[in-house]
């Protein structure tokens, strides 16, 4: 009797390390599951980029999923660009033109939201820049948004350094707003007042850059006539009139 109960509790000696191992082991791996499925849900929500906006570690909110995917879309478009062209950048009022209406070899590569530091970000991958005879800017008022005209005017000039490899840009002011459009009544920031006040402050960093022409666009587009439906965005003539504004301003092709 007494061998046996000395074998028993060899025998559990022997297997309590290898149950308490077992469960160790299960235990380690229920936490491993239960973190990726926390990692899983984390990505597919905003709560990194909420997260990391409270501890400033990500760009602004004006950065969203639409925008990376249209720029990786240009990126792989502006191979194809050939040299001597103009290039078209800015928001949704330059995405929206027809290239082809400002210049014969025009390409463009606006994106509807675009601010001035998603477009500083964005201009290294538009190689075409480089290759052009001109650029054309169209940026500004989604900053509004954000920051005040001091800070604005600051990332402008940044855009305009980040351009300097072109022989000709074209800034385009900020447009007008038709102030009794759904647009204005419902944002804040869309004000003709603000805006002339950036316009100022644009022309004044333009004038400081050899190569960069000011275009103001306002007396082109101050009849109510040429914005769609919102009174922010442009009709299909309001995009007409500006296009042709744009190519009076352009160097010839050489």
């Known amino acids: 009797m007494r061998r046996r109960r000395r074998r028993l509790r060899s025998i559990d000696a022997a297997v309590r390390p290898v149950a308490r191992t077992g469960r160790w082991l299960a235990f380690a791996g229920y936490l491993v599951l239960l973190h990726a499925a926390l990692l899983v849900a984390v990505f597919h929500s905003n709560f990194l980029l909420l997260a990391g906006k409270t501890l400033g570690l990500t760009p602004p909110e004006e950065w969203n999923q639409s925008l990376v995917a249209r720029i990786l879309e240009q990126a792989e478009a502006d191979g194809a660009v050939l040299p001597g062209g103009v290039v078209l950048v800015g928001d949704s009022i330059a995405a929206q033109l027809d290239a082809r209406q400002t210049a014969d070899d025009a390409v463009n590569f606006g994106i509807g ?9 964005r201009l290294p991958v538009l190689r075409s820049i480089q290759r052009s005879r001109a650029v054309v800017v169209e940026v500004g008022v989604n900053d509004l948004k954000y920051r005040p005209i001091e800070q604005i005017a600051r990332d402008y000039d940044a ?23 759904p647009a204005a009544r419902q944002r804040s920031y869309l004000r003709n007042e603000r805006i002339a006040a950036l316009n100022r402050e ?47 301003a352009l160097p010839a092709p050489e």
């Open 113 to 121: 939201g675009d601010t001035t530091r998603t477009l500083y970000a």
């Open 159 to 181: 855009v305009l350094d980040r351009l300097s490899a072109s022989p000709s840009i074209v800034a385009v002011s900020v447009l007008p707003v038709d102030a009794n459009g």
């Open 202 to 248: 644009l022309k004044r960093v333009c004038a400081a850059h050899a190569r960069c022409r000011f275009l103001d666009a306002w007396p082109a587009l101050a009849n109510s006539a040429v914005y769609s439906d919102d009174g922010w965005h442009l009709s299909a003539e309001g995009n007409r009139v500006l296009a042709q504004v744009i190519r009076k």
